[in-house]
């Protein structure tokens, strides 16, 4: 069974940082996207951000691109997503999530992805 559990979430003053973390289990497929989303109240899910599974690929939303950084830990199983720089609009329940995937361009479509941990809250205020 496919586990994915966030932690890292918090509340930070605007221009902090916090480090997500997402722990893997069960998860079946050796050529993998992980993935980073969000979702503030009233708004859709969003993707952040996604690394493929050999680690050489790395995709960003514009938003957050130069704060936001996506890593990995093979060896933990576990994906990172390290934010620099936190504005208020950055305020959201963050998801971590899975996909087994073929290609080494990960793409941040939610439908996209079919594993999903329960998520973690950040919340940043001004």
């Known amino acids: 069974q496919v586990q994915l559990v966030e932690s890292g979430g918090g509340s930070v003053q605007a221009g902090g940082s916090l480090r997500l973390s997402c722990a893997a289990s069960g998860y079946p497929y050796s050529s993998h996207c992980m993935g980073w989303f969000r979702q503030a109240p009233g708004k859709e899910r969003e993707g952040v951000a996604a690394?493929?599974?050999?680690?050489?690929?790395?995709t960003y939303a514009d938003s957050v691109k130069g704060r936001f950084t996506i890593s990995q830990d093979n060896a933990k199983n576990t994906v990172y997503l390290q934010m620099n720089s936190l504005k208020p609009e950055d305020t959201a329940m963050y998801y971590c999530?899975?996909?087994?995937?073929?290609?080494?361009?990960?793409?941040?479509?939610?439908?996209?992805?079919?594993?999903w941990g329960q998520g973690t809250q950040v919340t940043v205020s001004s």
């Open positions: 999530a899975a996909v087994g995937w073929l290609g080494e361009i990960c793409r941040l479509v939610k439908d996209e992805y079919n594993y």
């Open positions: 690394i493929y599974s050999s680690g050489r690929s790395t």
